[in-house]
Nanobody
Framework: QVQLVESGGGLVQAGASLRLSCAGS????????VGWFRQASGKEQAFVAA???????YYADSVKGRFTISIDDTKNTVYLQMNRLRPEDTAVYYC?????????????????????WGQGTQVTVSS
């Protein structure tokens, strides 16, 4: 198990940028899939972006071209760079991780497939 801590959320105006961080304990990134999910008030949790153990990246259509997921191995941290934010991006953002238990494990892109979660960080985008 890896403990995850998110940070970087805040209140910004539409069009602004934020960078979310997801820090994990120990050396974990080389053998984990990491995803970002978000949950807006009154809505179900939704996939945002994910990065695999071999650095392949995946994005929801709604954020493609605006958000970038990346890893800093020296800091054991996963980032979600969010540009050109929109009011509809307002949500609590969660970082999640799943260890690669099998060589041929498919990349998890659903919340139910992840078993390590951070506490969440609020992102609010005003119009």
């Amino acid at each position: 198990q890896v403990q995850l801590v998110e940070s970087g959320g805040g209140l910004v105006q539409a069009g602004a940028s934020l960078r979310l961080s997801c820090a994990g304990s120990g050396r974990w990134l080389s053998s984990y899939a990491v995803g970002w999910f978000r949950q807006a008030s009154g809505k179900e949790q939704a996939f945002v972006a994910a990065i695999s153990w071999n650095r392949s990246t995946y994005y929801a259509d709604s954020v493609k071209g605006r958000f970038t997921i990346s890893i800093d191995d020296t800091k054991n941290t996963v980032y979600l760079q969010m540009n050109r934010l929109r009011p509809e991006d307002t949500a609590v953002y969660y970082c999640a991780a799943r260890p690669r238990r099998q060589v041929n494990m498919p990349m998890p892109l659903k919340a139910a497939e992840y078993d390590n979660w951070g506490q969440g960080t609020q992102v609010t985008v005003s119009s």
